[in-house]
């Protein structure tokens, strides 16, 4: 492996975690399971190990971020989650937050020193 190509994986890494949240947010307006989430962000371009959502999901649930309930009317019972309306707040806030950086980084790379 390149310098290169190992550094880019350890940024690429750091760029991501920062990302997925507002991800996961995104697409919690109507209720979701972890297995769902994990396909529906893949299908999106935004590619979530379940060993990183999971845990994700507990976090923001704690945070008061999001409300759950299980449903055990199906053979397998899911944990489904929703953002609640404190989540639903921060969501929208964190929307205004990234066009805001995307804007300014867009800047910034468009008109780069050298």
Do not use: C
Request: hydrophobic fraction near 35%; glycine fraction near 8%.
């Amino acid at each position: 492996m390149s310098d290169a190509t190992e550094h880019m994986d350890k940024l690429m890494q750091e760029l991501r975690r920062g990302t997925i949240t507002i991800g996961v947010l995104s697409q919690l307006s109507e209720p979701q399971y972890g297995y769902s989430l994990v396909t529906m962000l893949g299908d999106k371009g935004i590619h979530v190990e379940p060993g990183t959502l999971y845990p994700l999901l507990r976090r923001l649930e704690k945070q008061g971020l999001l409300d759950s309930k299980w449903d055990t009317n199906e053979s397998r019972p899911r944990k489904y989650y929703l953002l609640s309306e404190t989540g639903k707040e921060v969501f929208d806030l964190l929307v205004v937050e990234w066009r805001s950086i995307v804007q300014s980084m867009n800047h910034v790379i468009e008109n780069k020193g050298g």
